[in-house]
């Protein structure tokens, strides 16, 4: 997407200056998350599938943690229903 194209749909959602916009993109791209591809007087950006592959990682450690912490409260939950029902 262009950045015009990037910029029309995040305003939609968050106030966002363009400059502020550019910082981010400038900073995804530095991360290897997105590549920027010159056409005359645009740019377009394209995600960088392999630039996340980190992060993904690192979701995934808390997603365990967290997956395991909740099971336990459902449990505990339930056994605290079945002993308000006796």
Known sequence: MSVEQ???????IKKISLSSLSEHLSLLKGAG?????VRATERIYS??????????????EYEQFWDLRLNRL???????DKNEAH
């Open 6 to 12: 990037i910029f029309s749909r995040v305003v939609a």
């Open 33 to 37: 998350m997105v590549e920027v591809e």
């Open 47 to 60: 995600l960088r599938q392999e630039g996340f592959v980190e992060v993904l990682d690192w979701a995934k």
């Open 74 to 80: 459902g449990d505990f939950l339930d056994r605290m």
